[in-house]
């Protein structure tokens, strides 16, 4: 199949002609899809669009914003079993998993909606007799909204949906690994009957398309998610043009175990946040952390389960987890691995790619548990982004802590006890943005913001009432009415 980019309502190919084919990691041998190359002149076409396009959306009354929205909403629950079958095909999750996504798609999508059409400003008393002060909330204009492969669906709507409803205008670049997701997300908008160059689509690379996105004097907000290193060079362009950044970044999340937790409730919540999605959520569960009492319990808790994952194609049924998305994902945890024999640390199971019975044609690792894994090693300090997991002893709680805080991320975290004085001091003392207690850390919903600190997140979260935040900007007005 052959597609295009979607720029100012209409579906056209990249300006220089130049094509790539996205291939399912599931099996090589399978191109589901020719996709534009998209230049830095495709990319400022798409932005000149929405910037014509912003005035008319952003004086649209938000109650027809909501109704274009809403239409869009109901098309994406019509198209569940085909949009599921694309996310599988490029991404490589279960089906079962692409539905999950698509379903909170749907729950993001209709708290935005309805996020807008209560949005309002404020009202405060003044200082001065006979003046009436209040503050109103504005569109920014145009943003660029840069989507990751892992949730190549979710975070479209997580990201679009408040900048839309707000009154912005977006050009959209999605990964190149998960352009048909993309595409996908922006049908149900075209259908929808979206104004054309409200909403533009380019596929292409991050040097030219996305470099266009992040430095155009037009853009007026940048909604990346995406690896560390990328968000740092997004951020230090963006600020030469005072450009607005909300940045969703990595990982390396701990769930702490203490001595006494319910093991088999901790295990469980290890286990699928470890490896749903093949590890590839930002928020899996990537160190877990025991007490030196229950670790050897808690281990043998978590092999058990792990040796029952079947890995396999995610269309078949009965696959608990399908192949890493793509091949540069797959040499990037294979290195890892190696990494991780190298420092001294026990492969307890997998540690290998798997090759037979037709996995070879694809990017498949078997589900991987680590022991004896230290605090300073690279394993438990940089993000895998895998089926990788290290399983770390400490002596206590306050050496548990101390190991989880221990690293440049604070994305996700969570703590299984049975101790409310410690889970309250844990909530305090996480240095994360999203924490639990006997939850999985990949665990959250959309009423209440999403965003890590440190080196997992900048600028203000996405989802919960800070969605629209993001994209808009506060005008204060002061009236002498006497």
């Not at 003044?126 to 979710?154: C, D, E, K, M, T």
């Not at 990788?388 to 604070?410: K, P, Q, R, T, Y």
């Amino acid at each position: 199949m052959k597609s295009q980019n979607y720029i100012d309502g209409q579906w056209v190919g990249a300006s220089d002609g130049q094509t790539f084919a996205q291939r399912n990691p599931a099996d090589l041998e399978h191109v589901t899809g020719e996709w534009p190359q998209g230049t830095s002149a495709d990319a400022e076409q798409a932005i000149e669009a929405a910037h014509a396009a912003f005035p008319a959306w952003a004086d649209m009354g938000v109650y027809q914003r909501a109704e274009y929205l809403s239409r869009a909403v109901a098309v994406l629950k019509g198209r569940a079993e085909e949009i599921a079958a694309i996310l599988t095909a490029e991404n490589g999750k279960t089906l079962d998993e692409a539905h999950t996504e698509i379903g909170s798609a749907v729950r993001e999508m209709e708290f935005q909606i309805a996020q807008g059409i209560s949005m309002c400003g404020q009202t405060a008393p003044s200082a001065q007799a006979g003046v009436f002060a209040y503050s109103v909330r504005r569109p920014l204009g145009v943003a660029s909204i840069i989507s990751p492969w892992n949730f190549p669906f979710n975070v479209p709507g997580r990201k679009c949906t408040p900048a839309l409803i707000s009154g912005n205008t977006i050009v959209f670049k999605p990964a190149s690994l998960t352009p048909g997701a993309g595409r996908a997300f922006v049908d149900i908008f075209a259908e929808a009957g979206l104004p054309p160059g409200v909403l533009n689509f380019v596929c292409g690379g991050g040097s030219t398309v996305g470099e266009t996105m992040i430095t155009h004097p037009l853009v007026q907000s940048i909604s990346f998610t995406g690896s560390t290193q990328v968000g740092r060079g997004i951020q230090q362009r963006a600020a030469q043009g005072i450009i607005r950044t909300q940045l969703e970044m990595g990982g390396k999340n701990p769930a702490v175990i203490l001595a006494d937790a319910d093991l088999d409730m901790a295990a469980d919540a290890v286990v699928k946040a470890a490896y749903a999605c093949a590890g590839q959520w930002c928020t899996s569960t990537s160190r877990a952390i025991a007490e030196r009492e229950v670790a050897a319990a808690f281990t043998d808790k978590v092999l058990e389960r792990v040796k029952q994952i079947r890995v396999g194609n995610g269309t078949e049924d009965g696959v608990d987890m399908g192949p890493v998305c793509g091949t540069d994902q797959l040499e990037t945890i294979e290195a890892y691995i190696e990494i991780g024999k190298a420092e001294g640390a026990c492969i307890a199971h997998g540690g290998e790619r798997l090759t037979d019975n037709g996995f070879d044609k694809g990017c498949f690792i078997a589900p991987t548990v680590f022991t004896n894994v230290q605090p300073q090693m690279r394993i438990a300090q940089e993000e895998i982004f895998g089926p990788v997991l290290c399983l770390m002893v400490a002596e206590d709680f306050s050496e548990a802590l101390e190991i989880a805080n221990g690293v440049e991320f604070g994305l996700a975290s969570s703590i299984f006890t049975r101790d409310i004085g410690r889970a309250f001091q844990f909530l305090d003392e996480t240095d994360v943005g999203l924490t639990h207690v006997n939850m999985m850390t990949a665990y959250r919903e959309p009423q209440l913001s999403f965003g890590g600190v440190k080196a997992s997140g900048h600028g203000i979260p996405e989802s919960g009432d800070t969605g629209i935040e993001f994209f808009t900007e506060h005008k204060v007005a002061f009236i002498n009415y006497h």
